[in-house]
């Protein structure tokens, strides 16, 4: 059967549908429960796809999230942000990945294959699954602790590290027997087709997304950004190059981009479903048969990855300073083998690196490896319970001099003073405008701005609004300000908001939806001038004005919150607001009275 039919489409969605939540219910992360779902409905399970279409064929779709994934990863590594984790990325994340590469390559060894094939399985074996280990610390609320952190920073560097693996695997196949040489011509044009991508991307990419960006239109910035990856990985392959490598370099260029956010918000669910699908497919291949029949070998993969990885952990974070439970726990979350693993088992496959089946063993040993994570974290939870009994301390280590960002809403006049002062104080923000020229006179005016809608779910999330200290709401429009407000509320009901109002409905309508810091835009600086007018063109004392200001704002503030109870009942608003009048004319004549009678003391 050719082409992907809706009756296949609807079985795989519906699998990624029940899967993935179920996984979460169940507590073994996305990606082991797509393994497991693929391999029930595959040809070793019930069938039901491989009687339909040719696995193979679906898998070539689904590698496209593979390319999508790296592309995104490729988007979040700022220099600046590489630059301040050095020390955990390059220091930690490089001694576990060289670590483990190599221990593993000597047990590889002793299974009789080449010095080439054993080096190639010890560095696809010892990435982990990035998908998995954030999925548990997130779910676990451990992504914030000590060893959360450093393990996001391991993962950083192992996503790094296989960007090359990936492309130089045709390499690891130069040099297995008979295989041919490399093409000097071929070379020079894989090497010219790089820097033409690098050119492109930091001199016209910008711009197109610029113009595409100003027309307003959501789904032609969507098609951009799937234009963008797609043309690289066709430009990469046409040169024999690695489609993912192309597509990290073309993420890496637009790291910097005002653009990023918006990118990452609209690839995201692409990648989700895509990788969903490509965890499918590697579960329909898993044979039965060869773990009936290599059940020992298969087991030994997996426990001997697992053995490795944890005692190479465990090692490097005590020698970075944390302690035994945290120590143990960065090594248990790191133990598993990852998707990558996958990846270069399959493309080395292609490329004939390795025997398709051994490869069909290293797989389902890293799926068992993935396995036994879940159950290790609750052996590891009934220790630290233990550990914990009679303490009053928190067993995991808080990181140090840890800080949230500040995601502003809005760049116009209102919000650039906010980010004057936060840039000033080296207070990190996000800051989002859906204006492509306002992001554009921030960036001219030398201040970092991002194209994005703060009131779209997904931009939020691209801002890592769960790990910001606080939201600002200051954008001009009283409509997008309340959507994005209950949006948050609903999402993250804990996050602190400060918001921006236009006049008194507009606070009475944010502190419906549940705001509480709430400032009017022309309040102060209406109080702040009228006192100059007192001071200067009446030439009243300095005493008295501030005086009465304060009475004033005072009385303004409590009618504020006392209309909040019947704001949306005119006559009432009406009938308060001259009560309040001659309240306050009535507070002024006291004080002024009172400050006589003072005067006469």
Known sequence: MQGLGLIQIAVFLMTAAIAAPLAKKLKIGSVLGYLIAGFLIGPYGIGIIYQLYDVENIRHVAEFGVVLLLFLIGLELRPKRIWAMRSAIFGLGGAQVVGSALMLMGFALLANVTPIVALFIGLSLALSSTAFVLQVLEERGELTKRHGRL???????????????????????????????MDMWAAGAAIATIIAVVIFGHYVLNELYRLVAATKVREAMTASALLTVVGVALAMEHVGLSAALGSFIAGVILADSEYRH?????????VGLLLGLFFIT???????????????????????????????????????????????????????????????????????????????????????????????LLLDDMALKKEASGKSVPVFEKPRGQQGHIIVAGLGRFGQIITRVLSARKVPFTALDTSATQINLIKKAGFTGYFGDASRLNILRASRIDKAAGLVIAVNNQEASLKIARIVRDHYPDLPIFARARNRQHVHQLMDVGVTVIRRETFLSAVELTKDILTTAFYEEDETVNRDLKRFME???????????????????????????????????????????EAKK
Request: aromatic share 8%; charged share 20%; glycine share 6%.
């Open 151 to 181: 393990a996001f920073s391991v993962l950083l560097f192992q996503d790094l590290a296989a960007i090359p693996l990936i492309a130089l695997v045709p390499v690891f196949a130069i040099n297995q027997a008979g295989a041919p040489g």
């Open 262 to 270: 918006q990118i990452e918000a609209d690839l995201a669910p692409f």
């Open 282 to 376: 590697i579960g329909m291949s898993l044979d039965i048969y060869v773990l009936r029949d290599e059940y020992r070998m298969v087991l030994l993969v997996a426990a001997g990855l697992v053995a490795v990885k944890l005692t190479i952990t465990y090692l490097l974070a005590r020698w970075r300073g944390l302690s035994n439970a945290s120590s143990r726990r960065l090594a248990i979350v790191l133990s598993q083998g990852g998707e990558f693993a996958f990846v270069l088992f399959t493309a080395g496959v292609i490329a004939g690196v390795l025997d398709p089946s051994l490869a069909k063993v290293l797989t389902l040993g890293v799926t068992l490896s993935m396995i036994t994570t879940p159950l290790l």
């Open 555 to 597: 009385h303004d503030r409590a009618r504020l919150y006392d209309d909040y109870k019947h704001f949306t009942d005119i006559e009432k608003l009406r009938a308060a607001n001259r009560t309040a009048a001659i309240e306050l004319e009535e507070l002024f004549a006291s004080d002024s009275k009172n400050g006589d009678d």
